[in-house]
């Protein structure tokens, strides 16, 4: 927030309603303890010990991922002398506490979010690019060259990766095998058919107790993110030139295809905005369940294997990646923030990073570590996110994508729910086409 804006319209709107002078007097003193209130809430306060203290907000889940992620900020602060990193979890709603900070001048120094928020970030003013740093970082070489995409925009880019990930289909190999299914699904087509096969209705009373995939109700970021997969194998989009393009063939098909999933009676809907859980897949009650290597299948006791989401024009899927950024504070401890996220980068890092949380590493040497090797070689159901990463696309960072998101999640939500794709993405096209200029 600009403090002498401030200042200068709290005091031109009293002088409108009063005159006299000892009331300008007490209203010079509230606008300077409105000052020191909010110079006060940079959350930056030094200690005296010659050391940079940084503030890192994250919103890592689950805890045993959070206690993983703690435990290697704790082994930077005991290597470095001259900057102490503290890890704080931020819960929700997380975006009104970051952007609450941002106009409140009182950011922390490292963020750790999701990087479609990037565009409204940079609107703000509240991030600082770092392609000069990383282009000096020989560092920069060992990272999958396919991550930088997601986090540039306008010729800059704001963030690094700290994970990747991206969408699988997760089965129950005894349930294949007893529906006769040898052969996992490769095409739309194929998906549609074991679908079917593995939808079963025991009692014949039309109400199945076994659906062949779990389809994700709502019309947040999930049930978004979970169909990206299948727009981009259709080769579809949904900005054009910086601009929404719902309508276009390859969105419709995709759409078009979770709705004949339903209409074939082959999916069932998750509770609304709860399409994560995999209760029922754990259950026996679906078959199928798009998800990625986060997931918590890999620890319950039911047999489960992965293969990649089937193609339609193209084989892909849509990466997971969580970023951090250096927020606007100061030269120097923006300098000493640059610092830890090259140890984020390191090998080091994203070897016991990824194999302590599941997710993949960015770093193309940890990747190939012996340690890394084993880990996977234990989880063979992993390499099917591995050899997906070269194939995996990115949802937008521009700055309205969460207009487009929440428009594009309610026409998905009001299809699975029993309109047309056709329509439903016309509607989403006409209300982003009234307010996208505004």
Not at 78 to 92: A, K
Request: glycine share 6%; aromatic share 10%; proline share 7%.
């Amino acid at each position: 927030m600009n403090l002498t804006l401030l200042q200068s319209q709290v005091q031109h709107f009293y002088r409108k309603l009063i005159n006299s002078a000892w009331q300008l007097s007490l209203l010079l003193i509230v606008v300077s303890i409105c000052i020191i209130f909010l110079s006060g809430c940079q959350g930056k306060v030094q200690k005296n010990d010659g050391i940079i203290h940084l503030s890192l907000w994250q919103s890592i889940n689950p805890p045993i991922n959070r206690d993983v992620f703690n435990k290697l900020v704790d082994k930077f602060n005991q290597t470095h002398t001259d900057v102490q990193v503290e890890s704080i979890f931020i819960g929700q709603p997380q975006l009104p506490k970051i952007l609450t900070a941002v106009v409140g001048n009182a950011p922390p120094d490292i963020l750790s979010f999701d990087p479609q928020l990037t565009g409204q970030f940079m609107e703000l003013g509240a991030i600082r690019p770092l392609e000069k740093w990383l282009d000096k970082l020989p560092l920069k070489s060992e990272i999958s060259p396919n991550l930088w995409e997601e986090l540039k925009l306008d010729g800059h880019l704001w963030s690094i990766p700290l994970y990747t990930s991206n969408l699988g289909i997760f089965y129950r190999p005894k349930l294949f095998q007893a529906a006769g299914i040898t052969q996992i699904p490769k095409t739309w087509e194929e998906l549609r058919k074991v679908a079917k096969k593995l939808t079963i209705d025991r009692n014949g009373d039309n109400q199945p107790e076994q659906y062949g995939i779990l389809l994700p109700l709502g019309k947040e970021e999930w049930t978004v993110f979970s169909w990206f997969p299948f727009l981009l194998s259709a080769g579809g989009e949904i900005v054009t030139n910086n601009h929404p393009n719902l309508t276009n063939p390859g969105a419709i098909a995709a759409l078009k295809f979770w709705h004949d999933l339903l209409t074939d009676g082959s999916a069932t809907l998750s509770s609304p905005e709860r399409g994560y859980e995999e209760d029922a897949f754990i259950g026996g009650r679906v078959a199928m369940q798009i998800t990625g290597p986060w997931t918590y299948i890999i620890k319950s006791n039911v047999d489960y294997k992965v293969f990649p989401i089937p193609a339609n024009v193209k084989p892909a899927s849509v990466t997971s990646t969580g970023n951090m950024y250096v927020m606007k504070t100061t030269p120097t401890r923006e300098q000493a923030a640059l610092k830890f996220l090259e140890y984020v980068l390191s090998e080091e890092f994203q070897k016991e990073w990824s194999i302590g949380t599941g997710f993949l590493p960015v770093n193309l040497k940890a990747a190939q570590s012996e340690a890394y090797q084993q880990f996977i070689n234990q989880k063979p159901w992993l390499k099917v996110f591995l050899e997906q990463i070269p194939l995996a696309g990115t949802r937008p960072i521009i700055p309205g994508y969460s207009r487009i998101s929440e428009s594009l999640g309610r026409a998905i939500e009001a299809t699975l729910l029993g309109e047309s794709a056709e329509k439903t993405l016309k509607i989403a096209q006409e209300r982003l086409e009234l307010i996208w200029d505004q």
